[in-house]
């Protein structure tokens, strides 16, 4: 089996971090909302919020909210927040509404925003009691998904924790995969693991409530996603044990997270390379394509999604760039300790923001290609700068061997656009 090399002057685990708190240009969980609807086919996001929430909702889904969507927004309304209704009374109508007008939906999230938060509804107890109006046919959870509580993709981690207190009990030994995949990806990632005759896997988030995920002393799990702090908690307290590895970007990073899980379940060498080495070498050859304009660029990343830390293992180490500042949202020592290990030394790893001082940290190094939220990208290719939209990197299809050449691709498109229309304008 083949196992990374770790970089010769070292890795970036024990690398002084800057710690920056401070203004803030990034989402709040709400967003995560976008893509988790998508994959749990029978649930539905009731977000408790204001107008300034469904406008977040609207403008982040695009197209979407024309295809009637599972989810959306119970407006407080200004008698809501004087206190004069009873909320409890209004969002328990407002749900028994949804549902007769939806019986497809199994799984009703309750979605705390700011405005709930700050007048403190009590929607975990508006869960519990709206679980005995509508079980069985429907389960009813809540987690927040405020700006003050959660970062972006902080929301998924936010939905999953809030599911694992009711998993069903189990003491199989069953591998827990964890992280909302877009479902052709998930495919190829149980096919790889099946091939390797490993196929006792449950899913989290799984595509329908009817799937029986569940949880004990005997589950292992693994992350396919580094934002998922909480429910990596919540999982070590029902008894289940991680296996940590890097996370599955690119070649080097898919075939260290699938060695992690094979050497747990005992899978011998000779058929972990017989499964893995077509689809390696076909990983290989697209990335090599792709990251013919990347090598021997710097990249500068904003903290926004916390993909940062193993997207810039992959692209220094497969790609041949150089990371000048890897910020992150948070860093969690168990889930990306294993990118960090990897990552050359070099880069200023970076928590939380200031983002007046990362604007002079940037406008200083002057990075071949700054990786940044939609708020921050148009002024600064306004500066000259070359910019590459994190949301993106959520919302594409990025993970595993066939993505790989793809995932490349994002960050080697922004540079070949801005090399061809210097081109143009020379002409
Ligand atoms: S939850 Fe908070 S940060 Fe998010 S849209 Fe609503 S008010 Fe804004």
Redesign the pocket.
């Given at each position: 089996m083949n196992v990374p090399v770790p970089p010769p002057g070292g890795g970036c685990r024990t690398a002084p971090v800057l710690k920056q708190r401070g203004q803030r240009e990034v989402?709040?969980?709400?967003?995560g909302i976008i893509w988790l609807h998508r994959k749990m086919q029978d649930a539905f996001f009731l977000?408790v919020?204001?107008r300034?929430?469904?406008?977040?909702?609207q403008s982040a889904a695009g197209v979407m909210i024309f295809a009637e969507p599972r989810f959306g927004t119970a407006i407080l309304e200004e008698q809501d927040l004087a206190g004069m209704k009873d909320a409890h009374t209004e969002l328990d109508r407002e749900v028994a509404r949804l549902l007769e007008r939806r019986p497809d939906i199994r799984q009703l999230f309750l979605v705390?925003?700011?405005?709930?938060?700050v007048i403190k509804i009590d929607l975990a107890r508006a869960a519990e009691r709206l679980s005995q109006i509508h079980a069985p046919h429907v389960r009813v959870l809540n987690y927040s998904?405020?700006?003050?509580e959660?970062t972006f993709t902080e929301g998924e981690d936010a939905c999953l924790a809030s599911m694992v207190p009711v998993l069903k009990d189990t003491v199989a030994r069953e591998l827990l995969l964890v992280g909302a995949l877009p479902d052709v990806v998930e495919d190829q990632m149980l096919a790889l693991l099946g091939q390797m005759g490993i196929d006792n896997i449950r899913l989290l988030p799984a595509r329908r409530i009817d799937d029986t995920t569940a949880v004990g002393p005997n589950t292992v799990f693994a992350l396919t996603q580094p934002f998922m702090g909480d429910t990596h908690a919540a999982l070590i307290r029902r008894g289940a044990r991680h296996i940590a590895a890097p996370m599955p970007f690119g070649d080097e990073g898919t075939t260290a997270w699938l060695r992690a899980i094979a050497l747990e379940f005992g899978v011998p060498d000779a058929t972990f390379d017989a499964v893995t080495a077509a689809p390696r070498a076909r990983a290989r050859r697209a990335i090599a394509q792709a990251a013919e304009h990347l090598r021997g660029k710097s990249i500068f990343f904003f903290p926004d999604s916390q993909l940062e830390i193993p997207l810039a293992r992959f692209l220094t180490r497969e790609c041949g760039m150089t990371a000048i500042e890897v910020g992150s949202p948070y860093i969690h020592d168990a889930i990306h300790g294993p990118d960090l290990d990897l990552l050359p030394a070099g880069p200023q790893i970076s928590e939380g923001q200031d983002v007046d001082l990362q604007l002079d940290r940037v406008r200083a190094a002057r990075p071949d290609l700054t990786v940044c939220g939609l708020g921050l990208a148009n002024p600064l290719e306004a500066e000259g700068l070359t910019t590459k939209w994190a949301i993106e990197l959520v919302f594409t299809p990025v993970h595993f061997y066939e993505q790989a050449g793809d995932l490349a691709g994002l960050f080697s498109r922004p540079i070949r656009r801005k090399a061809a229309l210097r081109l143009e304008a020379a002409q």
């Open positions: 989402f709040c969980g709400l967003t977000v919020g204001s300034t929430c469904a406008h977040l909702l705390g925003s700011c405005p709930s938060e998904g405020s700006g003050i959660t």
